[in-house]
């Protein structure tokens, strides 16, 4: 009767263990599941970022490639316009010539044959591909036909970037100074102070570099210019 009873017991104990364990087992799985859920609502809404991002980005590379296009279809159009301008200054030379002679051309008939526009971004194109002689004679050319322009102060700044390129920094400076003597309410004053600056530092005249980096700073403080010339100011007085 005993040994009945001390069995019925460890049934009993069994059956509690092992109902415990089903428990267990049964909230895990049920952990596991919200788990499995949760992991799978993450990685859809990782998946929806990613594909949002591809679309963003095909895009955006999509308008880049237009707008590539649209640059070198521009870049292609002045490379094939400049021998027609090539061909066009000759021409005004030839009646220029012939002027000299016959008195018969004005300047009136220059501008027909040239356009401005043209003739600047071709000298514009020829100083960004460093053929700088080629760029020179354009500017000339520009600022001989067209001084009164829009673009006239520009091809004047321009110009004097052509020799400062090219080392001939003395050429550079009278450049440069032309465009505050002939262009002073132009936007391209402020470059012109610094380069004016650091073309008389290159043939030694460091008191007038002084001169031009000093009136910068003043006229046009909040520039970017201004601040390189404070720049260069420091290191000067640092030399000596």
Do not use: M
């Given at each position: 009767m005993l040994l009945c009873v001390f069995s019925n017991c460890a049934s009993r104990r069994e059956i509690v263990k092992l109902k415990r364990q089903a428990d267990y087992l049964e909230e895990s799985h049920k952990r596991l599941e919200e788990r499995t859920a949760e992991m799978d609502s993450l990685l859809k809404e990782q998946l929806e970022i990613t594909n949002r991002l591809r679309a963003d980005l095909a895009t955006i590379l999509g308008g880049m490639d237009e707008r590539m296009e649209i640059v070198e279809s521009k870049l292609e159009d002045l490379g094939q316009r400049f021998p027609e301008l090539s061909r066009k200054m000759e021409m005004v030379k030839q009646k220029l010539s012939n002027s000299s002679d016959t008195g018969s051309v004005s300047d009136t008939s220059v501008k027909i044959?040239?356009?401005?526009?043209?003739?600047?971004?071709?000298?514009?194109?020829?100083?960004?591909?460093?053929?700088?002689?080629?760029?020179?004679?354009?500017?000339?050319?520009?600022?001989?036909?067209?001084?009164?322009?829009?673009?006239?102060?520009?091809?004047?700044?321009?110009?004097?970037?052509?020799?400062?390129?090219?080392?001939?920094?003395?050429?550079?400076?009278?450049?440069?100074?032309?465009?505050?003597?002939?262009?002073?309410?132009?936007?391209?004053?402020?470059?012109?102070?610094?380069?004016?600056?650091?073309?008389?530092?290159?043939?030694?005249?460091?008191?007038?570099?002084?001169?031009?980096?000093?009136?910068?700073?003043?006229?046009?403080?909040?520039?970017?210019?201004?601040?390189?010339?404070?720049?260069?100011?420091?290191?000067?007085?640092?030399?000596?």
């Open positions: 044959n040239v356009d401005p526009q043209k003739l600047y971004d071709a000298s514009y194109l020829d100083l960004t591909k460093g053929n700088y002689d080629l760029a020179i004679t354009g500017f000339s050319s520009y600022l001989k036909y067209f001084p009164e322009t829009e673009l006239a102060g520009n091809s004047q700044y321009w110009l004097g970037e052509c020799y400062y390129a090219k080392k001939n920094y003395t050429r550079a400076a009278i450049e440069f100074h032309k465009v505050l003597e002939n262009y002073s309410t132009g936007n391209k004053v402020p470059s012109a102070l610094y380069k004016l600056g650091l073309s008389l530092l290159e043939i030694k005249s460091t008191d007038q570099a002084n001169k031009y980096f000093e009136e910068l700073i003043s006229k046009y403080p909040n520039t970017q210019e201004a601040k390189l010339a404070q720049a260069k100011l420091k290191q000067i007085k640092g030399k000596k």
